[in-house]
């Protein structure tokens, strides 16, 4: 199958390793993932998604997870939150949102990490190199546990050790995510130095690719997020992406300028817009002038549908081949546990814990695991 191309792909790099990308893709390996909570959205397509498709059309090795035991940090995996979708639907619709925007499935590796084993098995000696302490200081696991409303399970103040578990069983070296991320980044780097002095040298310390995209606002000017409602789903129809820009906040001024300290609302508005069109926010603002803030929601509205349609539609091609969909998980699926057992067998026997026969068949093989 064909991938659409999109001709606006937002510019997603942090300069820091543009020359090693450039002279060796293949010397690099690109881990990233998601929480199947929801559909994905317009924040992170130009945040991460963009990023992704090009790391792999650029020839790296790329492999998402989609971290469905993550999930059950802050609700139940059967929590529908009212959209009557289970799990594995949101599961099934992560995958469409990927191959949508232009992740190839033969090219790049996606799974989801509950399916294997082995991955989640690096988390026992992991948990040994870090301290409550050092779990209990984490910003963001602080911040989810606050919207949760729910007392600290353990699976929640060991997120960002799982979350090692999750880039480091595949010997990544790139790690492109949000800000938010950073902290866990920081646990995973912590985990494979210390692993490598404990133990001698078996990981690689990742690094965060942040993208230099700005990071846009939801339509309430807040920060664009699932759980907050201020949305543009990548599978929304035209005309809920136009009411829903209709409705975004604004302010009282009449004429459009791109002032993201003073106007953060319209600079968001401004900046999706040139994201999606391959522009800057001042020269839009400039061709707005006193148009007003109802000229800048229909110019967003057109720019983000042109460059949603073709993805789109796409989408809706995909969500009819559940068939196609689930393979691919099977596929991604099968070369993970592949590479999962390959560390973990490196781990053991640095460990000192490969009680292999010998024919490959010991008690530590790949598919030996007693419990
Ligand atoms: N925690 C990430 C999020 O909430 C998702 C995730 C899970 C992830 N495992 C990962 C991201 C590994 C990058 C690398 O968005």
């Given at each position: 199958?064909?991938?659409?191309?999109?001709?606006?792909?937002?510019?997603?790099?942090?300069?820091?390793?543009?020359?090693?990308?450039?002279?060796?893709?293949?010397?690099?390996?690109?881990?990233?993932?998601?929480?199947?909570?929801?559909?994905?959205?317009?924040?992170?397509?130009?945040?991460?998604?963009?990023?992704?498709?090009?790391?792999?059309?650029?020839?790296?090795?790329?492999?998402?997870?989609?971290?469905?035991?993550?999930?059950i940090t802050d609700r139940d995996s059967t929590d529908s939150r009212g959209t009557g979708e289970t799990l594995r639907d949101r599961v099934r619709s992560l995958v469409a949102d990927y191959l949508a925007c232009g992740i190839d499935p033969a090219r790049t590796v996606i799974f989801p990490h509950s399916a294997v084993p082995a991955?989640?098995?690096?988390?026992?000696?992991?948990?040994?190199?870090?301290?409550?302490?050092e779990l209990r200081r984490n910003p963001t696991v602080k911040a989810e546990l606050q919207e949760s409303k729910r007392p600290l399970s353990g699976l929640?103040?060991?997120?960002?050790?799982?979350?090692?578990?999750?880039?480091?069983?595949?010997d990544a070296d790139l790690v492109?995510?949000?800000?938010?991320?950073?902290?866990?980044?920081?646990?995973?780097?912590?985990?494979?130095?210390?692993?490598?002095?404990?133990?001698?040298?078996?990981?690689?310390?990742?690094?965060?690719?942040?993208?230099?995209?700005?990071?846009?606002?939801?339509?309430?000017?807040?920060?664009?997020?699932?759980?907050?409602?201020?949305?543009i789903p990548l599978g929304a129809s035209e005309d809920a992406t136009a009411q829903a820009f209709r409705g975004a906040r604004t302010d009282a001024e009449r004429v459009i300028s791109y002032e993201p300290e003073r106007r953060p609302e319209i600079a968001s508005l401004l900046t999706i817009a040139a994201l999606c069109r391959g522009e800057r926010p001042e020269d839009l603002a400039e061709a707005i002038g006193d148009g007003g803030a109802v000229m800048l929601k229909r110019l967003v509205t057109e720019a983000v549908n042109d460059l949603l349609r073709p993805i789109r539609a796409r989408r809706r091609e995909l969500m009819r081949d559940t068939g196609f969909l689930d393979a691919v998980l099977l596929d991604g699926t099968a070369s993970a546990t592949a590479m999962a057992a390959d560390m973990l067998s490196r781990v053991r026997a640095a460990m000192g814990m490969d009680?292999?026969?010998?024919?490959?068949?010991?008690?530590?093989?790949?598919?030996?695991?007693?419990?």
């Open positions: 199958m064909s991938t659409p191309t999109t001709t606006h792909t937002p510019p997603a790099r942090s300069a820091a390793h543009e020359s090693g990308i450039a002279g060796d893709p293949t010397a690099h390996r690109v881990l990233s993932g998601d929480r199947p909570t929801g559909a994905l959205h317009l924040g992170h397509y130009l945040g991460t998604l963009a990023n992704r498709v090009r790391l792999q059309d650029a020839g790296l090795p790329v492999v998402l997870v989609i971290a469905d035991y993550q999930v991955l989640n098995q690096l988390m026992l000696p992991f948990l040994s190199l870090v301290t409550d302490a929640l103040l060991t997120y960002p050790v799982h979350q090692a578990a999750d880039i480091l069983f595949c492109p995510v949000g800000k938010d991320q950073l902290p866990h980044l920081e646990v995973s780097r912590l985990i494979a130095r210390r692993f490598n002095d404990r133990y001698g040298p078996t990981f690689t310390e990742p690094e965060a690719l942040l993208s230099p995209a700005p990071l846009v606002l939801g339509t309430d000017g807040r920060k664009m997020s699932k759980s907050a409602g201020n949305t009680y292999s026969r010998g024919d490959g068949q010991g008690v530590s093989g790949a598919a030996g695991g007693h419990r």
